[in-house]
């Protein structure tokens, strides 16, 4: 079984910053195109940052300037600093990726159980 561990949340006033890591645990072999998702009280779930297809990253267009997508393969590990954040932020944020693991061949679609980020003053 692999799974993915999201941590980092937390209640932040508007201007501040939090940095949230996702790691992949579990009988992991690669994790392909790991991204960060989130989703707001009564909204759909929108993707904030990921990589795609390897190096190239995609934004969405609310938080460019301001969160930045990084990852650790070392330590099968992704993470989003997030800069300057506002009210509109809020939400519960998830990790996914797709995921080689041991005796499988295709990988796996993965998402994590997901962390709170509040933004309020």
């Known amino acids: 079984q692999v799974r993915l561990t999201e941590s980092g949340g937390d209640l932040v006033q508007p201007g501040g910053s939090l940095r949230l890591a996702c790691v992949a645990s579990?009988?992991?072999?690669?994790?392909?195109?790991p991204g960060w998702y989130r989703q707001a009280p009564g909204e759909q779930r929108e993707m904030v940052a990921a990589?795609?297809?390897?190096?190239?990253?995609e934004y969405a267009e609310s938080v460019k300037g301001r969160f930045t997508i990084s990852r650790d393969d070392s330590a099968n590990t992704v993470y989003l600093q997030m800069n300057n954040l506002q009210p509109e932020d809020t939400g519960v944020y998830y990790c996914?990726?797709?995921?080689?693991?041991?005796?499988?061949?295709?990988?796996?679609?993965?998402w994590g159980q997901g962390t709170q980020v509040t933004v309020s003053s």
């Open positions: 996914n990726a797709l995921i080689k693991k041991r005796g499988k061949f295709d990988p796996v679609n993965v």
């Open positions: 579990g009988s992991v072999i690669a994790v392909f195109n």
């Open positions: 990589y795609q297809n390897g190096p190239t990253i």
